[in-house]
T-cell receptor, first 118, second 112 residues
Framework: DAGVIQSPRHEVTEMGQEVTLRCKPISGHDYLFWYRQTMMRGLELLIY????????DSGMPEDRFSAKMPNASFSTLKIQPSEPRDSAVYFCASSLAPGASVSTDTQYFGPGTRLTVL | RKEVEQDPGPFNVPEGATVAFNCTYS??????FFWYRQDCRKEPKLLMS???SGNEDGRFTAQLNRASQYISLLIRDSKLSDSATYLC?????????????FGTGTKLQVIP
């Protein structure tokens, strides 16, 4: 398996622009997670999906952020409008079935998208 | 109190040394526990799961203490390649919701 795939790997944009980050989870994984990582706040869970349905979006910072999962093999995280404080590395991760057993809880991370908002 | 707390370090240790990290968690209902490793400018990767009875994988030993609500990671005979940030992860399931919380990580630098 190719693992979790994210695109783009790097994104530089100007304040106010729309940014769309993309993720393809590992085939067969029912859970998909979006994280944001900064030096100040570490790794923060933004939202996660189970079978394409958003389950918990309490980590989404504000209305400028939205996430969708139209099918089992694709998810997007959109920021509109973007602000300099959104600059971070955004990771997507997938897993089989958290909570079912320790072995299925393992999350596999994509390489991340490094976002810089000027 | 943060839900998951780690000493950020950095821990600077010589090659061959033994080093231990602790991670405390606040929710006693937490169910599964992990250590992840993150190299500079890379994604986190699972290092090992943490079982109640403790588990060992080569030079690495992980332990869980539910009574005191902490997990630990012990690295023996440190190698230069062990230099990384180690993240503890606590997983809790409640009412069909999955709550995954990462610690902010402990940075380890192994020195020649």
């Amino acid at each position: 398996d190719a693992g979790v795939i994210q695109s783009p790997r790097h994104e530089v944009t100007e304040m106010g622009q729309e940014v769309t980050l993309r993720c393809k989870p590992i085939s067969g994984h029912d859970y998909l997670f979006w994280y944001r990582q900064t030096m100040m706040r570490g790794l923060e869970l933004l939202i996660y999906f189970n079978n394409n349905v958003p389950i918990d979006d309490s980590g989404m910072p504000e209305d400028r952020f939205s996430a969708k999962m139209p099918n089992a093999s694709f998810s997007t995280l959109k920021i509109q409008p973007s602000e300099p404080r959104d600059s971070a590395v955004y990771f997507c991760a997938s897993s089989l079935a958290p909570g079912a057993s320790v072995s299925t809880d393992t999350q596999y991370f994509g390489p991340g998208t490094r976002l810089t908002v000027l | 109190r943060k839900e998951v707390e780690q000493d950020p370090g950095p821990f600077n240790v010589p090659e061959g040394a033994t080093v231990a990290f602790n991670c405390t968690y606040s929710n006693s209902a937490s169910q599964s526990f992990f250590w992840y490793r993150q190299d500079c400018r890379k994604e986190p990767k699972l290092l090992m799961s943490v079982y109640s009875s403790g588990n060992e994988d080569g030079r690495f030993t992980a332990q869980l203490n539910r009574a005191s609500q902490y997990i630990s990671l012990l690295i023996r005979d440190s190698k230069l390649s062990d230099s990384a940030t180690y993240l503890c992860v606590v997983n809790e399931e409640s009412g069909g919701y999955q709550k995954v919380t990462f610690g902010t990580g402990t940075k380890l630098q192994v020195i020649p």
